[in-house]
């Protein structure tokens, strides 16, 4: 069996969730990883085992013993490193946001189809049992027809020098953790906004959204609502409204091993408990399917396209203060 051969572009401090996946995976191996400093990725390379280290960017991309890279550069480095890493032959799994604007997605889509590479954006609770547990249930109509959506995703941010707030990086609430509670509600509405409407508070120093609320309006008669933050205890839930029950996930973004969904039905309440997995294994092995075998991602491009045109309407709402057409 061919096996993957990975590298990472830098030595960002999320590629810690990508090691244990990778390691363990029969088709995937880590091979290298990259800086603009040798050696800060030499030490980092001797730390952690990896074989093989390059002093730049470049210089991994144009190696032909790397298959797929993995991009967890600031916001802003998406776009123009995963579509160098096409443009060199190269499969990318890049971190979330794929991309600031929906006219950067069409450029990565062109790339890649150009190039004939797969690149995939990782939101890795896409490919959890818990997140299929959650549609199927939904789907199979075990709290009748769909209604409503609500989710949260906040956290403190102590270190005020954090990349995710600095305006030129791509930062802000929404771009970091207010995109799952978005995707989240997409997928499970199985349709697309029309409508949304939101609300920010930006950060006089950083000047990002620091805490963003937000309406969503959905084809097919959903409505969804969210907030993320960087100034609120940590909170992490998705509740799901039908006309005859609903579904509270407890754990929805970063589901581990022994997750628990509410089911309740009038005074019937049920707890789902779901055997997982490695948060991160899921999107490693839908890599390698694509890659090895041909098989559909489970966020497609177009997937991506979506929410990113979601995220960039809700921001011109906040900012011209009305609700804004899809």
Not at 8 to 37: F, G, K, Q, Y
Not at 187 to 209: C, M, N, R, Y
Not at 244 to 265: A, D, H, M, W
């Amino acid at each position: 069996m061919k096996k993957l051969r990975w590298g990472l572009l830098s030595t960002a401090r999320i590629n810690r969730v990508l090691l244990p996946p990778l390691r363990s995976s029969a088709r995937n191996e880590l091979t290298a990883v990259t800086s603009r400093d040798m050696a800060r990725a030499q030490a980092y390379a001797a730390e952690r085992n990896i074989p093989r280290v390059f002093g730049s960017y470049e210089a991994m991309l144009a190696d032909p013993d790397v298959d797929v890279i993995y991009n967890p550069l600031p916001n802003s480095m998406h776009t123009e490193w995963t579509i160098k890493a096409a443009e060199a032959g190269k499969h990318v799994l890049c971190e979330k946001p794929l991309a600031n604007t929906v006219a950067e997605v069409e450029m990565i889509t062109a790339a890649a189809k150009k190039a004939g590479v797969v690149v995939m954006e990782a939101f890795m609770y896409r490919h959890h049992p818990q997140t299929l547990k959650v549609k199927e249930l939904v789907e199979s109509g075990a709290i009748g027809n769909l209604q409503l959506i609500r989710g949260s995703f906040t956290f403190k941010i102590s270190d005020e020098d954090d990349v995710r707030l600095n305006a030129s990086l791509g930062g802000g609430s929404i771009w970091d953790v207010g995109c799952y509670p978005i995707s989240y509600a997409r997928l499970i509405a199985g349709a697309e906004p029309i409508k949304v409407f939101g609300w920010q508070i930006t950060g006089a120093a950083s000047g990002v959204d620091e805490t963003f609320v937000g309406q969503l309006h959905f084809s097919n008669g959903v409505y969804a609502q969210f907030d993320s933050g960087f100034r609120t205890p940590r909170r992490a839930h998705m509740e799901i409204v039908g006309d005859e029950g609903s579904l509270t996930v407890l754990e929805p973004f970063q589901p581990y091993l022994k997750e628990k969904i509410i089911l309740r039905n009038g005074e019937k309440e049920e707890v789902i408990t779901i055997a997982g997995e490695d948060l991160y294994l899921g999107e490693v092995e839908n890599m390698a399917d694509a890659i090895l075998e041909g098989k559909p991602i489970r966020m497609s491009l177009a997937d991506s396209r979506s929410n990113v045109a979601t995220i960039t309407a809700l921001l011109r709402s906040a900012q011209e203060g009305k609700p804004v057409s899809m």
